[in-house]
């Protein structure tokens, strides 16, 4: 009988074996896909592309024993040679090519030009594209820089007491119900698809008190714009027994603290690439939604017309408002008004036309939404029954509060946006593997 | 202006802190949910439920200064009293309580008998009562052992190089095609919900050579079994640049080895709670597909009858001539016959009835599947015509190989079923939250 043991033992180095400078003057054998070919006649350069950067490879007529005219850019190879130092080579060190070994063939010449620094194409081709236009260096550190910020949000809430959890997208009702819901026919029943976690998400802070989920929600928004998507990651936090919403924006100002540092320490190349400035966290100030509209409106002399919702250029004004004032790249916008917040947002019991809630804004967008929920069965019932609203279909949410619930609260992060607003990028599409939107379902 | 700062100060004590001893002698207070009451006349025993286990309160008449009429199991409470050593408090330490503040009331007395260790009642009414059944002890262990699984595939993959990637569920095609999709609207396009994100973590593999994902998947399946749901969590991976099938089989074993090291240290009270026996997987047996078969009816005098596929009974039955013969919980099963896996499997050049394909059991049950798969062009189009399929959709899927792909093969695990098979469930909905099947919407 054979067995497995989980140990491969691998014929071919990595980057940072290469890096390491063990190998320089020894034969060594790499993989990975033909970048680009320079040919400079009796030499060529031929860069190798490996997951976490470019391996430079020469090619010398009579030293090197293999056909150039035999590689294609997109090809994969494994390459034998001798590995020398060279500081002008991106690792420091290079590989003077004996034998190159062909692993499979392209087709076909790439249709976009991937190997030249930044592609120089529009969002539509790169996307039209995009199983190509992601081998562009650039373009896809920016899925290296948003795995860093899931990863740290996890790591960050594992270590404060959260528990993951995985919540159906498949549901006969929804959390906030109202239109933007894609309907299905689930088996000769009606379903829908989740626009968010919330309901299951408080459910289970009577369970474990806190939790945390990271998972596609989906959005049938009839809006096309440069900021929306109508499938998203969203990362949710739920956290019980809290005092005061401020713990929620303590607990995402510490996840963003944690993130940067993980960013810093293992995506460094990525952000060298991408020349990502990371925010300061530090301190992150807070302002109240009727404040913000005032002091932005006064700087910048623009009267507001709706006064219970920021609009998109509005955020954009009190982003820039807390830049110059505060050099913060984030403000957290408090005390948003009920009536644009869902039947579950807590009151202030100062003044109950507003709520304990909050959105983060991040350079001028938001990309975070949360807040102190109600908690007291009664209470949740009375809001309902004042909007004007049923209970049908909300017989398992309310069962968590019949049955006694702590107080609680939590937020929602847009994943896309978030990475949008890190990498500078001007839609959010460019932060999306795969996005959807009003007329995309493809690639 | 104010500032949040990413730190709150705590006013009460988690589990960790009372079981350190540091608080011996002291007041201290502790924030939790009524989860028992035990009233033996003068004295009362007031079990706390916090996220990691039970704090022990006693309440004396004349010494705690609230009146135990107060309480219900359901309400949260924050509890202050005289921290003391008992070695018969599970902590080894009690509450002598002095006051008790309650933060939130239960309206009602609980459905279910949620705090007599083992709930004992049907799966059905545990469906039915969600947030309350949760709330057993050992019912909730249940998914933290879920989230050790899924932190441990994450953890292993980071450290080996994958890159973590989020791809669409909403399609305008799916992966495998056929039946089995759930079919929606799509802003008057037709669209399906991904089965599988198999098309999109193979066309990732020529950007980030190793990429994991862990994410929902949809299947409409008309089963009603004990394994089946129709909406859970895949464990996926895709990995480039392999030599053979095994390096993916040792790829699985290596992450299984990672979870059971991180249970054992990170999980260890859950694991004891539900006396879980952690597989041993130093190495697990491989056996071919036909030699699995002939060996298990030769052993259990069982002829079979389908030469292309294991049927349940059989799967078992491998499982246990594996665990009799071997001492193995695990036993991967490879070579399933080529007209039994998707046009992408990889044939066997020794003999192309077979593919380079696997399933892993687990105790008798399939928790994997995956294999190598064609990543040559030509290859690819051949298969696709000889099986009679289109290629009308796949545009996207093929031009990753038309522009050049590694070697490469990948897997696919049923989070809820590995966990069902760890926790010893004999009903995969019992290692799921919020079970999705052919009746079940809701919770």
């Given at each position: 009988m054979e067995f497995l043991t989980g140990t491969v033992k691998k014929e071919y180095l990595e980057i940072g074996e290469i890096q390491s400078g063990d190998y320089e003057g020894k034969s060594v054998r790499v993989r990975g896909a033909v970048h680009a070919i320079r040919d400079m006649g009796e030499v060529a350069f031929i860069l190798l592309r490996k997951q976490d950067g470019l391996v430079q490879c020469i090619y010398e007529e009579g030293k090197s024993?293999?056909?150039?005219?035999?590689l294609r850019e997109g090809d994969t190879v494994e390459a034998e040679g001798i590995c020398k130092k060279d500081s002008r080579s991106p690792l420091g060190f290079e590989l003077r090519l004996g034998f190159v070994k062909i692993l499979?063939?392209?087709?076909?010449?790439?249709?976009?030009?991937?190997?030249?620094?930044?592609?120089?194409?529009?969002l539509e081709a790169k996307l039209n594209n995009r199983a190509v236009s992601l081998r562009n260096l650039r373009e896809r550190a920016v899925f290296r820089i948003q795995e860093g910020i899931t990863r740290g949000f996890r790591d960050f809430l594992y270590s404060q007491g959260f528990t993951e959890i995985h919540t159906p997208k498949l549901g006969a009702r929804s959390a906030e119900g109202g239109a933007n819901l894609f309907k299905l026919e689930y088996f000769h029943q009606p379903a829908v698809l989740q626009q968010s976690p919330q309901f299951y998400k408080q459910m289970m802070v009577g369970v474990f008190d806190r939790v945390f989920e990271t998972a596609p929600v989906f959005r049938a928004e009839k809006h096309s714009t440069r900021?929306?998507?109508?499938e998203y990651t969203s990362l949710d936090l739920e956290m019980g027994?809290?005092?005061?919403?401020?713990e929620i924006m303590d607990m995402e100002t510490g996840f963003l603290q944690y993130a940067g540092k993980l960013l810093e320490r293992e995506y460094a190349p990525e952000l060298a690439l991408l020349e990502i400035r990371l925010p300061r966290t530090e301190r992150i100030p807070k302002v109240r939604f009727d404040e913000a509209k005032r002091l932005a409106a006064e700087k910048y002399g623009r009267p507001f017309r709706n006064p219970f919702d920021l609009e998109p250029e509005e955020e954009a004004l009190i982003g820039r408002y807390f830049q110059e004032e505060?050099?913060?790249d984030f403000v957290f916008v408090t005390h948003y008004p009920s009536q644009k917040r869902p039947f579950y947002a807590m009151d202030d019991?100062?003044?109950?036309?507003?709520?304990l809630s909050f959105d983060l804004l991040f350079r001028g967008l938001e990309v975070t939404t949360g807040g102190q929920r109600i908690q007291d069965y009664q209470m949740l019932l009375e809001k309902i029954e004042k909007r004007g609203m049923e209970t049908d279909g909300m017989e398992h949410y309310l069962a968590a509060f019949r049955y006694g619930m702590p107080p609680h609260g939590g937020l929602g992060i847009g994943l896309e946006r978030l990475t949008m607003q890190l990498i500078g990028a001007d839609n959010v599409r460019e932060a999306a593997l795969f996005p959807r939107d009003l007329g995309r379902l493809e690639p």
């Open positions: 024993h293999f056909s150039l005219q035999d499979s063939k392209a087709a076909e010449p790439l249709p976009l030009k991937i190997n030249r620094g930044k592609l120089n194409t529009s900021r929306h998507l109508n027994y809290i005092d005061d919403f401020t505060y050099d913060s019991p100062a003044d109950p036309s507003f709520t």
